[in-house]
């Protein structure tokens, strides 16, 4: 049985979001969160469903990396939800999460927290988390998107000082930020609020209303990075994110619109 407590998560909820809530499950232990949903039906439009873990073991990142996380350490989340129509730029769609995720945080009193294009959540320099968004389509008119994160709230020393990446020095952890960190049942009601609110934002209006926040909270903006893609790879200064939140990267006169590739820091 997990340690985390599925009726306070709910009991914590907007009232309209529990009312739209189908499915609300905590695992102990699963493969992933992601995977789960994306194997059960599909919740009605409008309506969601939420899976909760102390521990994946097959924790999934962007291009089927792995997710690394150890057994009540970490806190890890995916919502299913099923738009009324399909949206324009789903590709946007993790960076709209991923300003979601810091609102969420931000209200749990985790402040301090940028984010990583296209979809980590970086604090003090280290990563604190992940996110994937992924979309099953059903026939012409509507999508399903499941949208994930993981979360490192209390991670072994061995963990984080095996977890040093060519992009940041370290891991890191909530435990690591704030004197008292939040519970996982009140950050996951917090997540599960604000993913909600971002995917009906992002329905009507696309990217567009998280733009500004996005590049509020940029931490690769100005640095010097290499992007490596399956043809090749570029080198630059990150510029930020366009209207569509491609990353712009600016070498001598030229900025190029990056859609997707894996982020290296020149100075790492």
């Not at 529990?18 to 409008?46: C, H, M, R």
Request: net charge negative.
């Amino acid at each position: 049985m997990s340690n985390i407590d599925a009726t306070a998560i709910h009991d914590s909820l907007n009232s309209d979001v529990a009312a739209k809530l189908d499915q609300l499950e905590v695992f102990a232990e699963i493969d992933s969160t992601n995977s789960y949903l994306l194997q059960q039906p599909a919740p009605a439009a409008g309506k969601h469903r939420v899976a909760i873990a102390d521990h994946q073991t097959a924790g999934r990142g962007r291009q089927n990396r792995e997710w690394i996380s150890a057994p009540g350490a970490s806190l890890c989340l995916s919502l299913a939800y099923t738009f009324s129509s399909r949206p324009d730029n789903l590709p946007g769609l993790t960076l709209a999460i991923g300003v979601a995720a810091v609102n969420a945080l931000s209200e749990t009193g985790v402040d301090g927290v940028d984010l990583k294009w296209p979809n980590d959540i970086v604090a003090r320099d280290g990563k604190l988390g992940g996110m994937l968004a992924e979309a099953q389509f059903r026939g012409d008119a509507n999508a399903t998107v499941v949208a994930g994160i993981g979360l490192n709230v209390d991670l072994p020393v061995t963990l984080i000082q095996d977890n040093a990446s060519r992009w940041s020095q370290r891991a890191t952890d909530l435990n690591s930020l704030v004197a008292t960190p939040p519970s996982r049942e009140i950050i996951s009601g917090a997540l599960i609020d604000n993913f909600v609110k971002a995917l009906r934002i992002f329905e009507t209006s696309g990217f567009g209303p998280f733009i500004e926040s996005w590049r509020h909270h940029d931490w690769l903006c100005g640095r010097r990075i290499t992007v490596e893609q399956t043809n090749g790879s570029i080198s630059g200064t990150a510029s930020g994110v366009d209207d569509d939140g491609a990353l712009l990267l600016r070498s001598e006169d030229t900025i190029t619109r990056i859609i997707s590739g894996s982020i290296i820091l020149d100075n790492s």
